[in-house]
């Protein structure tokens, strides 16, 4: 696993308005695609760890899917609220390391 | 508050010197990771242990060491250090090794400043 794309590197969202960002990785030498929140001052929290192709998790008004053959995962959040606004990060693992994105840096206008 | 703990939370040092970094896992967790977040760079891997042995090495520098010890706290020695060192250092734990399939959780972070 060498290169992990987030996209959009940052994002303006309206409160109450739904949004969503994708990670991009190779699909090769995959074990796990984990998704964390990190806000400002604070250290990452962990929102999902998904292994399966197709693999779909939520958490209350955060959701992600996998695409492991095509090598991506979107991240959804409903009803965006000003608590949400956070740098989301998508990493990877193989066997052997577990690689970071640059994150998705979220902001939610009230 | 994750229950990872780290120490120091801020440290100031000078080229050339040499700091240890201190992490306790939450209780029950076997797994200690280490990663660096500077300012040009996203967070790296840097290197992990499980009960007391590396499993896993990502971008860590030769000036850079860590160990595990029988009480599964862990700590990462910086050595020879540059100001390019000056970072902040997580410590994150999990119960297992087996990262692949489980949550990591972090601890607050050492912000070195290297002048």
């Known amino acids: 696993i060498l290169n992990v794309e987030q996209s959009p590197q940052s994002l303006h969202v309206q409160e109450g308005d739904s949004t969503n960002f994708t ?86 206008r009230p | 508050d994750s229950g990872v703990t780290q120490t120091p939370k801020h440290l100031i040092t000078a080229t050339g010197q040499r700091v240890t970094l201190r992490c306790s896992p939450r209780s029950g967790d076997l797994s200690v990771y280490w990663y660096q977040q500077s300012l040009d760079q996203g967070l790296q891997f840097l290197i992990h242990y499980y009960n007391g042995e590396e499993r896993a090495k990502g971008n860590i520098l030769e000036r850079f060491s860590a160990q595990q010890f029988p009480d599964l706290h862990s700590e990462l020695n910086l050595s020879s250090l540059e100001l390019g060192d000056s970072a902040l250092y997580f410590c994150a734990s999990s119960v297992t090794s087996n990262w692949y399939q489980e949550t990591q959780y972090f601890g607050p972070g050492t912000r070195l400043l290297v002048l």
């Open chain 1, 23 to 108: 990670c991009s990785f190779p699909s090769s030498n995959f074990y796990a695609l984990h998704w964390y929140r990190w806000e400002t001052a604070k250290s990452p929290e962990a929102l999902f760890v998904m292994t399966l192709n197709g693999d779909e998790k939520k958490k209350g008004r955060i959701s992600a899917t996998l695409n492991t053959k095509e090598g991506y995962s979107y991240l959804y959040i409903k009803g965006s609220q000003p608590e949400d606004s956070a740098t989301y990060l998508c990493a990877p693992s193989s066997a052997s390391k577990i690689i970071f994105g640059s994150g998705t840096r979220l902001s939610i």
